[in-house]
């Protein structure tokens, strides 16, 4: 069975601005369990004009005490797959851990769009889906541990963002695309 | 942030600086001439021998497909 969760917020950044640092969210306080992060394709959409990134995350593994016995490794790896429509002003990211599928398996789904009615927002879709298949009748305690710890992770990646966000923004690493933004305003 | 492989964190670095300036400068207006071509393909040769090391080519290459295909829905998944 998988399960599904959703939330929705916004920053108070423009897109280019929350693009840019959701590329750049590693490393930041909130996120010290991200050992790693590699670039393992970059491509341009010939057709389309669109980016399409694929990351790979190696990040460290906090289980409870109970799923100690059936997880081996101390490690984890999550793929990412980020699809970026400048013309659009819409980036989607998607992440699936590829170690430990056995026990489940856990897909994200970000869907940054520039606001509408306000082009200084950006709009955040999140989804999630757990699936987990091993038996043993732990399926509903890892889905419920899993569902506890779903909003702890997208609080503290959203502090992690408004980290990155805030460093960005005073380098002045976007100021093209600020100065573009307020043109247009 | 480091590369998963320490040899590669260089590149990486330098990867990484390249990518955020085209990124930010040249994709975000429009500008889509793909400018660090060459400093990824040097990363990306690097990692992918870590990756061959650690056992963990085939992983990838084989989930990278279903990325997201819980989500069904869209044309992104391709």
Known sequence: ?????????????????????????????????????????????AKTGELHIVRLLRKTNSVPRWAKGIMRGNEAYILEEIVVDAQGNRMVAKTRNITHT?????????TLCADPADNSRTLCKNETSILSNIGYGLNSKIENFSLSRFSDNIAKSRKGMLYVLDLAHRKGLIRARVIADKQEQ | MDSIGDECTPLKHEYDACFNKWYSEKFLNGDSTNECLAVFKKYQACVKKVLQDKGLTKMITDARPAIGSTFGDDQEAK
């Open chain 1, 1 to 45: 069975m998988v399960k599904f969760y959703q939330q929705k917020y916004a920053y108070d950044y423009s897109w280019g601005t929350v693009s840019f640092a959701f590329m750049n969210r590693y490393p930041n306080p909130f996120a010290t369990h991200v050992l790693t992060a590699d670039t393992i394709d970059h491509r341009i959409d």
């Open chain 1, 102 to 110: 056995r026990l489940m398996k856990v897909e994200e789904k970000q």
